[in-house]
């Protein structure tokens, strides 16, 4: 099943995702967003529950979303997720959520991207954004003497 040509296909709804669609709308485009996850900025509850940004409240503002003066000078994990979670409503775009991305292809023949999911589902685009970002899978390097070592590793996620 292929649906209409999208202007823009935005992969990812974390912030680097949901911040490209901010300024897409802003540039007169109509993206469509597409998250593997239940919702925007998921991988973000993930998260260790202490944890605060370490670039302070005004330096860690998105596009059209600084955090409020309620997040105090170091915003928690939570204050971010309420802000991303609040963006597509704020932005005036949408986030399909539950979609795996599992291919991205050229179709040069007819000048689009194909973009196949997990379902079988097919979208295609003019232009695709991959925004999946580094923190969607927790990565647990393999340390040197990790082997000998006795006691649990555990990733703070």
Do not use: C
């Amino acid at each position: 099943m292929t649906n209409s040509t999208h202007e823009v296909i935005v992969v990812g709804a974390g912030p680097a995702g949901l911040s490209a669609a901010w300024a897409l709308v802003k540039a007169g485009l109509r993206p469509l967003v597409l998250e593997q996850a239940a919702s925007a900025g998921a991988s973000w509850r993930n998260h260790y529950d202490g944890l605060r940004l370490n670039t302070g409240r005004r330096l860690s503002r998105l596009p059209g979303s600084p955090l409020p003066r309620a997040a105090g000078g170091w915003p928690t994990r939570d204050d971010l997720v309420q802000l991303l979670e609040s963006m597509p409503a704020r932005g005036g775009f949408s986030v399909q959520t539950g979609v795996e991305v599992t291919r991205i292809a050229r179709d040069s023949q007819h000048g689009h991207w194909r973009v196949s999911d997990a379902q079988g589902k097919h979208y295609t685009g003019h232009a695709v954004v991959v925004a999946t970002g580094g923190t969607r899978v927790p990565v647990l390097p393999d340390w040197a003497g990790q082997a000998d070592f006795g006691g649990r590793v555990l990733h703070s996620s």
